[in-house]
């Protein structure tokens, strides 16, 4: 254990060193990067693909569930999704250096300016597209980073890291400036949670238990990042064709992700009529539904426990209730919610608008799927992940909330009596 430290901070000590480096660089150097990281991804893809495979074979082996497995996998197209994302990245405004600039009435000028954060930690679970996101929203941000994925994703990990590293020395900068802890085990995480002084934040990105484990146990500042226990509400008035369409997209397009609903809340006066159809629809998808006793008066289904209704499934399977009203919608929402992602279906503005105002997650819907949850679809080109805090930055992490703020104040001699 304490070699396996000293390897970690040694890592982490050439990333503190490096990252001086990348936050002088220029804002075309940073995009240059992008730029060249995004082209090589495309011309080394065999070589990543590859590196997944063998992934992928191992995944099965083990027995890794299914929505696991779609997690861990790297396509052609989910390739070219990550380099597409690097180029949106070069086309974001630079977020460094943008502030303000006021003089004083004693002369002082003073200028309020964006930073980068300095070293950012990422401890990520099977994803390997997080490797891609997270060292390309650093490198747009003028940070250096030190990621610490999970064992499943070992070889795809790497080969993306190699490729970004590549991608910096075209640019003179040092390789250092992104890193991949190479110890996926637990104290490879634990020795990362140890790093004050070396890493300034650390970002927990993954389920629930991982992200509990960092903001319980970690020495360095944290943004806690979302397990999404995500609802969808349908009002007494929805259009019944809109419900069905955004529970079965929230749940059935991609279940293992966190912006993915986990429970469906239905007015009683909607239940009689949608319920059956709801069911046909989803269980059509192979969706396990988990009822409350009154949604059990309407359609079959396995009945619902106390701890479903605060379980994120990341699964084909779904908690479904019957409420009263608008107001047990959202009381249940505040309780069970992680403060992801939560979405009402209505035609009534004032339903809506109390729905947007009362309920305390990040992101909230009206009339659309929490599946838009992600720093591609709201214009940020990726993310580092969904922060469900209430401190620095909430919703999705992009380049803006990787920075600090400065301020630089010149003088003429002035002194303060």
Same mark, same amino acid.
């Given at each position: 254990? @304490? /070699? ?22 220029? !804002? *075309? ?50 390739? @070219? ?5 690097? @180029? ?10 943008? !502030? ?28 390997? &597209? ?26 795809? &990990? ?54 509990? &484990? ?54 009683? @006066? ?9 069911? *046909? ?24 426990? /106390?701890?479903?209704?605060?379980? /994120? ?105």
């Amino acid at each position: 254990m @304490e /070699e396996l430290y000293e390897k970690v901070k040694d890592l982490c000590a050439e990333a503190k060193a490096a990252a001086p480096a990348l936050a002088r660089a220029s !804002g *075309e150097t940073r995009n240059g990067v992008l730029s060249a990281f995004a082209a090589l991804l495309r011309k080394d893809a065999e070589k990543i693909l590859s590196a997944n495979g063998k992934d992928m074979e191992a995944a099965r082996r083990s027995g890794l569930s299914a929505a696991m497995q779609d997690r861990l996998l790297l396509t052609p197209g989910r390739l @070219e999704e990550i380099a597409r994302a690097m @180029e949106a990245l070069v086309m974001q405004d630079d977020p460094i250096g943008l !502030g303000t600039v006021q003089t004083r009435p004693n002369g002082m000028e003073i200028k309020h300016i964006r930073v980068p954060l300095g070293v950012v930690g990422v401890i990520f679970e099977s994803r390997p &597209n997080v490797s891609a996101d997270i060292a390309g929203l650093c490198i747009k941000s003028g940070n250096a980073a030190v990621l610490r994925g999970g064992k499943e994703a070992i070889r795809s &990990n790497t080969a993306i890291v190699e490729t970004v590293r590549q991608a910096l020395s075209m640019y003179g900068l040092p390789q250092t400036c992104v890193s991949l802890l190479p110890f996926t085990d637990r104290t490879g995480a634990a020795a990362l949670m140890e790093m004050r002084g070396l890493i300034d934040v650390l970002i927990p990105r993954g389920g629930k238990g991982l992200i509990q &484990n960092v903001v319980e146990n970690a020495k360095v500042p944290v943004i806690e990042t979302g397990a999404g226990n995500c609802h969808l509400y349908i009002h007494a008035d929805a259009d019944a064709d809109m419900a069905i369409s955004l529970a079965v997209n929230g749940k059935t397009s991609r279940p293992s992700v966190c912006n993915a609903i986990e429970t469906i809340l239905i007015h009683r @006066e909607a239940a009689p009529a949608l319920l059956p159809r709801l069911q *046909e629809e989803l269980e059509r998808r192979g969706v396990e539904l988990r009822c409350c006793p009154v949604t059990l008066r309407y359609i079959q289904g396995k009945a619902a426990a /106390e701890a479903d209704w605060a379980t /994120e499934y990341d699964d084909l399977i779904v908690a479904v209730k019957v409420v009263d009203s608008i107001e047990e919608a959202v009381a249940h929402i505040n309780r069970y919610s992680t403060g992801h992602s939560e979405a009402i279906v209505t035609r009534d503005l004032g339903a809506a608008s109390y729905f947007t105002e009362a309920v305390d997650s990040a992101c909230v819907y009206v009339n659309a799927s929490t599946r838009f949850t992600d720093g591609g679809c709201f214009g940020l080109g990726a993310e580092v992940g969904i922060a469900t805090q209430k401190l620095h930055a909430r919703g999705p992490l992009g380049v803006g909330a990787l920075t600090t703020e400065k301020y630089i104040i010149s003088g003429s001699g002035q002194i303060r009596t």
